[in-house]
């Protein structure tokens, strides 16, 4: 089992910067993949991007792309997401997630990761 727990969120200005942590444990050794999601009041959750475990290599939605940077502490296995030039639209509850397998084809789905945090509130304001 792997347990994933989150810091990092809070209020800032729209233009500002946030950085979220994300801290697994357990079964490390298991994780094929990390993924970052999103979801608004009344919104269906929404991928952000994501990093390969292995190779670092990473990936991200086109709403975030050259704002949002992911990645991976190789010291303590801190996954971060860093947000830079946020935008009122990027207000929601934000969530790290790990899936034991990797597919080009599932990883933007919330449905198919096995692990999750516990979420945690990003409010941009105008």
């Known amino acids: 089992q792997v347990q994933l727990v989150q810091s990092g969120g809070g209020s800032v200005q729209a233009g500002g910067s946030l950085r979220l942590s994300c801290a697994p444990s357990?079964?490390?050794?298991?994780?094929?993949?990390m993924g970052w999601f999103r979801q608004a009041p009344g919104k269906e959750r929404e991928f952000i991007g994501s990093?390969?475990?292995?190779?670092?290599?990473?990936s991200y939605a086109d709403s975030v792309k050259g704002r949002f940077t992911i990645s991976r502490d190789k010291t303590n296995n801190t996954v971060y997401l860093q947000m830079n030039s946020l935008k009122f639209e990027d207000t929601g509850v934000y969530y790290c997630?790990?899936?034991?397998?990797?597919?080009?084809?599932?990883?933007?789905?919330?449905?198919?990761?096995?692990?999750w945090g516990q979420g945690t509130q990003v409010t941009v304001s105008s």
């Open positions: 997630a790990a899936d034991r397998t990797f597919s080009a084809g599932t990883v933007a789905t919330s449905k198919w990761y096995d692990y």
């Open positions: 357990g079964r490390i050794d298991v994780i094929a993949v």
């Open positions: 990093l390969l475990w292995s190779g670092y290599r990473t």
